[in-house]
């Protein structure tokens, strides 16, 4: 059993506890453990839509045995007519579990201080710790665990760089990030990673980062929302994709989150390489959410 009541930040669950899921999660995919989670239902609140969030959560219910809802945006006006508070303390009145992927970090805060059962980040604009638990379990796959593996974020800053930071942190995963100046890592978050004793090594140059790593991770440089900023952003990044002339000197493999911008962040020829470890990382979306929800639930 977990000690949190909820998993809003990959840091919610302590290093011990953080393994403790990898561990379960590895075990459900190799068909080792047939836990069930049999007659419960999770509410899912979609604020943003997805296609990895929503399959993922939705079969991993169905595979242990419970159910899923889904409550998109034309569903559940989150906030509008009516008080998140209010929202929450009746949603966890009928499910077991509550999954709210949304645009603002506070309105999930919120729903996990009025719910009375456990609610799970499936992303917010700042944080993305399900596509960490995920990654995290790719890596411990592809390298037989996190000693002596070196990895690189190259790009944008964002949501999923800052949880992946924090995540490695926990796990002692060796991590180099290269990002344009004036879109790196919030300076609390590099605080959170050195206080876990595995601070990132910062650098301008994207070559710097790659070409001693194991793994080399990258994600849109334009998120959802941010639209008005692609003609900024593009010129910022510039000499940031991921391609084969960035990797000439390094035999990395290379993970993305999805959906990719080809073309942009990364190429097709990476994409489609023997380096992309990137179908599996969509994959274990759906086997990592399945050992958080069995341990959040006390299966």
Not at 73 to 83: T, V
Not at 105 to 110: G, K, M, R, T
Not at 180 to 198: F, I, N, R, S, T
Not at 252 to 272: F, K, N, S, W, Y
Request: a negative charge.
């Amino acid at each position: 059993m977990l000690e949190t009541d909820h998993f809003l930040d990959i840091d919610d669950l302590t290093t011990d506890e953080l393994q403790t899921v990898l561990d379960r999660a590895a075990a459900i995919k190799a068909g080792e453990d047939a836990v069930q989670l049999s007659d419960q239902t999770l509410g899912m609140l979609f604020e943003k839509p997805s296609t990895r969030t929503r399959i993922s959560f939705e079969t991993g219910m169905t595979q242990l045995g419970g159910h899923a809802i889904f409550l998109g945006p034309d569903d559940i006006q989150l906030g509008h007519g009516e008080p998140l508070s209010d929202t929450s303390r009746v949603l966890s009145r009928y499910v077991d579990a509550v999954m709210a992927r949304l645009f603002d970090h506070e309105d999930l805060l919120e729903i996990a201080e009025y719910s009375d059962v456990p609610v799970v980040n499936g992303l917010t604009d700042d944080a993305h710790p399900c596509q960490t638990l995920a990654d995290l379990l790719t890596i411990d796959e592809a390298f037989g665990g996190f000693d002596d593996v070196q990895a690189a974020w190259v790009g944008d800053g964002n949501n999923v760089g800052q949880s992946f930071v924090i995540g490695a942190a926990m796990v002692g995963l060796d991590l180099t990030v290269a990002t344009p100046e004036d879109y790196g890592m919030d300076d609390d978050v590099l605080e959170q990673a050195a206080d876990l004793g595995h601070e990132p090594t910062i650098v301008d140059d994207p070559k710097d980062a790659v070409d001693d790593a194991d793994v080399v991770y990258t994600d849109v440089w334009i998120s959802m929302g941010q639209e008005d900023q692609r003609h900024e952003k593009l010129a910022a990044f510039d000499g940031y994709q991921v391609n084969e002339r960035l990797l000439a000197d390094s035999d990395a493999q290379v993970m993305h989150c999805l959906p990719a911008h080809r073309g942009e962040e990364i190429t097709d020829d990476v994409l489609e390489s023997d380096r992309a470890l990137v179908w599996d990382q969509a994959e274990n979306r759906l086997h990592a959410q399945k050992g958080l929800l069995v341990e959040l639930l006390d299966a």
